[in-house]
């Protein structure tokens, strides 16, 4: 059991909220390595275990830090980045380069030149300008490098708008028009620079339902029989990308199973009937792996009530280490750590410290009476909340904590001031 309680306090993953919040401070993002793991063997149970030719791309977007790419890496998956500081970030921690793609609409040229000198195993391409870059930098650097194109599949995940990535109005991958996707296929295959390796597709995040992912493959199969029509090439992988959805309040939450079984029947007969060989395909689970092994503590400051509308209880942090609520409306659950022996009665609204009405990360949530110096924790933080946190206000970033069967460890440490404004300086013009 990754959280328990002991006495009146809050335990996770052996480890008592309350001394990590007294020894590493507050606010304080904390992940269970346990949980990873757990959610790490349940993908390989039914996915890399169960079918052949087949790989796990951990999306680091949802969690980036030197100890998560070494936890990937003794797990044997592989990892998809999406900036050159993701990219940097897994070198520095001795991260195979055959197991990295690189995905993202908008590759700057030095990401590209870093990807590509490091040799990466496969670079996503987001666009015919793209393909055209990396031809120039394989060129200057005597390289060829494998790569697939994302395309656009043209269905609506019905999610928010902010996190839906499929739809045929979308800043990502390559549209399906045939007049576009054709040259493009086409420059590819007969590009001297690249190993044009197959189709990517992401339809969105935070799913509950496999329809968009079977309805996405359906046009990506027909886009895979037409090259080969066209073209006489085989495809030879397809990454159907990630975006399973995660508890946060009352979700009721798919087993990975649930989506990669069906993709798996339906890529293996359409290939069967086709006489052709099964390629390989790929996901790229990211806040699934991560979400619910990570909590964030914080440190109740001051207790504000207004008679008949409304009671306020504010943190040490706020929007700058979680902008999900403020950015897109999430919503999370939260739970007095040091008095978990008292019952959840209290109707309050937890809000940040930031200077903005917006900076609310529970809204009227049921609590234990809360009281200053007390610690709140919010659950199911592990994704997004450190890979977006900010200095707005110059609020110093939290540190993060690895904790696994009682034991814990500093895994990124904490901003200070000096942090902050060591880059700053005046120049007198």
Known sequence: ??????????YFDGCSTVELAEKYGTPLYVYSENAILKECNEIKECFPDKYENTRVAYATKAFCSIAMCKI???????????????????IKAGFPAERIEFNGNNKLREELELAIEYGIGRIIIDG??????IEEICKQKNKKINVLYRITPGVDSHTHNYITTGKKDSK?????????????????????FVNFKGIHFHVGSQLFDNCSHLLALETTLQLVKKTKEKFDYDITELNIGGGFGVTYTDEQRKPYEYFVKPVM?????????????????VIEPG???????????????????????????????????????????????????NKMDMPADDVVTVCGKCCETGDVLIKDGKFARAEQGDILAVLTTGAYGYSMASNYNKNPI?????????????IIKKQSYEDMIERECYVEL
């Open 1 to 10: 059991m990754i959280t328990e309680i002991k006495g009146n306090v809050m």
């Open 72 to 90: 990937m890496e003794r797990e044997g998956f592989c990892m998809d980045v999406v900036s050159g500081g993701e990219l940097f970030t897994a």
């Open 128 to 133: 015919l300008q793209e393909l055209h870059m």
């Open 172 to 192: 990502f991958g390559i549209p399906l028009d045939a007049d576009v996707i054709y040259p493009a296929v086409e420059a590819a295959i007969n590009s001297p």
């Open 265 to 281: 029947e339906k890529i293996t007969e359409f290939f069967n009937q086709l006489g052709m060989e099964r390629p390989a395909v």
């Open 287 to 337: 806040r699934s792996m991560v979400a619910e092994a990570g909590i964030t503590l914080y440190k109740v400051g001051s207790i504000k009530e207004i008679k008949g509308i409304r009671k306020y209880v504010s943190i040490d942090g706020g929007m700058t280490d979680n902008i999900r609520p403020a950015l897109y409306q999430a919503e999370y659950k939260g739970v007095i750590a």
């Open 398 to 410: 939290p540190g993060v904590v690895l904790v696994k069967d009682g034991k814990s460890a500093e």
